[in-house]
């Protein structure tokens, strides 16, 4: 088990899971790629190992993006939020980001929107 440094872990405003969620981005184009989910164990191995890993809120147990797909992430840049309750993973994306087979998690649908106006 890793133990996540005190001024990084001060820092965090967790869910009351001991959650936060993780936003993850392709470093050199800006692209949102997915979100899952943190809690200290789980950033402090993705800060040590430069590979992101989360904790599955469903199976309730650690994964490390690509591990089993083979379409991993290596680990460019890591923020925390002005607020400290979001973090931003820079990543370079090998292969697909989603389970889906889809480039990101957000390939799946747009929304329209409509303007208040008309």
């Known amino acids: 088990m890793s133990e996540l440094e005190p001024q990084i872990a001060d820092r965090l405003k967790r869910d009351a899971q001991g959650l936060v969620p ?39 147990t650690y994964w490390v993006k690509g591990e089993t797909s083979g379409n991993r992430q290596r680990v460019t840049e890591v923020r925390l939020d002005c607020d400290g309750d979001t973090v931003l993973v820079k990543v370079d994306q090998d292969g697909p980001a989603c389970h889906t087979g889809d480039r990101t998690c957000f390939d799946a649908g747009l929304l329209p929107l409509r303007s208040a106006g008309g």
């Open 22 to 60: 993780a936003v993850v981005q392709q470093h050199d184009t800006g692209e949102v790629l997915m979100l899952g989910w943190m809690d200290d164990e789980a950033l402090a191995r993705t800060l040590r190992s430069g590979r992101t890993t989360f904790w599955s809120r469903s199976r309730r």
